[in-house]
């Protein structure tokens, strides 16, 4: 299997069981609705887990383009093989989207609110505020990058790390996840988002297209800082790249403070419905 296949496939399953735990627990009518964010968040560890398993010894198990960019910029990847498996990534979450559509095929319908579906394929923010919502996924991604990269360093039993990452996850979800849906993977947003707009689901609604460009950005800028910080400050090998990063870190982050609406100029949501 090549490093596309593997990456394709893995990312599918990912998001199969990923997006799964996520429509289980919020679609109307399945066994395991309303169960919970720890559902979720345990759901989404082992579903990364087994992904890595399944695919780990053919492409190394990214499944996320934040950490295929991060490990080309510590030297752990060529560039030049980024873009095959940011393909593969892509079109691995479209896949599995599809799956977890059709799994619950008979749920849409019975499911009334458009943000309930919307939020099984993509995630979206609890509360709306692009700069603070561009920081969330940034945090995420940077630990998520550096704590593989710090598993990787560890010595375990043979076959454990891939089970430890899913535990990171879990953590990242947890400790992290509440304020974003921690995307923390562009793939694991984009694919699902662009089933969501192109799927025949009954009422499914807009598929908030303007949100999705944090859920890219975000991560690719917190993995990249991750990758390079450890690199620093772990190896102790300091390259440009990492003030570069910096820099365009900083100036994403002071465009999104400007031009973002601020949390104190939202209407007051219980006003207006009362």
Not at 34 to 47: H, Q, R
Not at 70 to 88: C, D, K, M, R
Not at 119 to 132: C, Q, S
Request: one cysteine or more; glycine letters at 14%; charged letters at 10%.
């Amino acid at each position: 299997m090549t490093a596309f296949w593997g990456e394709l496939i893995g990312t599918a399953i990912l998001i199969t069981l990923g997006a799964g735990v996520c429509a289980g627990v919020n679609l109307k009518k399945t066994l395991s609705n309303g169960s919970g964010w720890i559902v979720i968040t345990f759901g989404w560890g082992f579903a990364v887990a087994i992904a890595a398993y399944a695919v780990g010894k053919f492409s190394g198990a990214h499944l996320n383009p934040a950490l295929t960019i991060a490990l080309a910029f510590t030297g752990n990847l060529p560039w030049s093989q980024v873009p095959i498996y940011i393909i593969g990534q892509v079109i691995g979450a479209f896949v599995g989207s599809v799956v977890v559509y059709l799994q619950y095929l008979p749920h849409w319908r019975v499911t009334d609110d458009p943000g309930t579906k919307l939020g099984t394929f993509a995630t979206g923010p609890a509360i709306p505020y692009t700069f603070a919502n561009l920081i969330s996924e940034i945090i995420g991604t940077f630990i998520l990058v550096l704590g593989i990269l710090a598993i990787g360093a560890n010595k375990f039993t043979d076959g454990l790390n891939p089970l430890v990452i899913g535990f990171l996850i879990v953590s990242i979800g947890l400790s992290l996840g509440g304020t974003t849906g921690y995307a923390i993977n562009p793939a694991r947003d984009f694919g699902p988002r662009l089933a969501h707009a192109l799927l025949p689901i009954p009422g499914k609604g807009k598929s908030n297209w303007g949100y999705a460009w944090i859920p890219i950005v975000g991560p690719i800028l917190g993995g990249s800082l991750g990758g390079l910080f450890y690199k620093a400050a772990f190896l102790g090998k300091t390259t440009t790249a990492l003030w570069y990063v910096i820099g365009a870190s900083l100036v994403i982050l002071a465009v999104s403070y400007f031009a973002s609406v601020k949390p104190q100029d939202l209407p007051d949501f219980k006003k207006v419905s009362a």
